[in-house]
């Protein structure tokens, strides 16, 4: 009765949100068949990010040297979305480009390099801060062409705002009644009952593939401690998390041969007095298209089950 | 001083839902700029859509008929999502073909047969919502490879389940509550709030780019006389509806060049009892890339104001 042996697809809940996925398991294929080069093109003309250009950026702001050589560098987004200018998009947009080499992918940048592009995302959290009139900052990676990268030379970005964006409220508000509820932060209860999809751990840090994943190869990294913000871990945590990063961003490079991915940091309000929050990273890679099904009833169809994901990116 | 004429940006929320984009007036694109040719590919191989090959879908489940021919077919998909055989992903999936011409855009059949199809996506509600464990139909269309097409030839497709999807119970609980404070619906007032964004009307259809549009030219339909379904629409009705479909898709694809969509039939659920819902079809042309800034904060970034986009599909 080979239909019986069929997968059958399911519906899934997200652990604390009210956010739904269809597992489409019968769609049945490997992770090889996820392979999606989208190495960074070769430089043609001028590349704004690369070593020399530096007087082509606006006005820099940070920079990070080894042997004396610029190895991250960091300035406001010529092309912002937000502004200090605009009464009702009040904010800041910067670039932190993450490798001088214009050839390196995220994952090809040493472990030790890792570590100092975090310390700059928790330091430009930091400086946003002092501003009053800002209630959020958003660190968001555009990896390849089919997830929003315009230069192919590899970097991150920072939008910082005037508001709270909902999918962080609704985030905060449901670790809050599960905190109040269980006596346990959902995120730290999150490193039990997700122990079928570990990706990657340390005494420090956890990463997984969440049961309900929207993007094939989806996968989540935490800190174990409950803080709120990258910007409350200490260096040896930092460490730990270059460390992941480096090892699973590889990982899925390799696989899928320099697939197009996103990232966005889950950071907790700038005002949040109390601590309902669990600072983590989602990393969504792009092999899906997202559909009028998608768009329409916001239930994301996925059809690589996290329990393979999770297995492909830790072996 | 031409910064003070620089176009700001803007933060909008939509008039019911807490959802919020950023309008980025400042990229000042036209409408020309948006050009993106997804017309349907030349067959190539063997169309399970296409006249001659009924034999290769599933048993067909309706069609309709001009001189003799079929001109609309509908049978179950064949990579389902969901099914009648999985209990935790329990469901229906339907293919309904819009044309037997492989050539044809949905823009480019004939406006009865437009009614003609309206009138099938009516009728599949229907027969669904007699199926008591099913709770909803998504009625969506994928139009080009880049909104999710894996077919060229024009086809739309539904999914029911046991499941009211979020975003519909959502825009329900809103419309509750709109109509609670103020006695009316806020699909009604929007007719009256959005006439700077008219695209298309007559005295039984509205079409209008609603005011915090995510996506550029994105537009939504609905009938004037407050009905949840489109099940409940009279013939009359369906006519304009049919009209206004061919009318703004075709300015849309002869602006654009059959430029890549999606849209979405919102109805309300099948066991809504009291009306607090208001049929619309929310059309969403897949010109911008969703990147990591729309993903981490669940907010669009918009280049194309929807003042602009309305002007240039009504004219």
Known sequence: MPDTAEPKNEFRKDFLLNR??????????????????????????????????????????????????????????????????????????????????????LSDIPEAQMKMLLEVYAERIEASRKNPNLKYALIFKNQGHTAGASLGHTHTQMITMAHVPNIVRLERDANKEYTQNSGKCGYCEMMNVERERVIWEDDKVFCFAPYASRFSFEHWIMPKRHVGCISKMDSGELGSLAKCMKTVLGKLDKMLDYPPYNFALHIDPFNATTQFYHFHIEVMPRLNITAGFELGAEIYINPMPPEKAAKALRD
């Open 20 to 105: 739904w996925v269809i597992i489409a398991a019968n769609r049945g294929r490997r992770p090889e068949d996820y392979v999606h080069s989208q190495r960074s093109e070769k430089k043609e003309g001028i590349c704004f990010f690369c070593p020399g250009n530096e007087h082509l950026t606006p006005p820099e702001i940070s920079r990070r040297e080894v042997n004396g050589k610029w190895a991250i560098r960091n300035f406001p987004n010529k092309f912002y979305a937000v502004s200090l200018d605009f009464p009702n998009a009040y904010g800041t947009h910067e670039v932190i480009v993450e490798s001088s080499d214009h050839t390196n992918h």
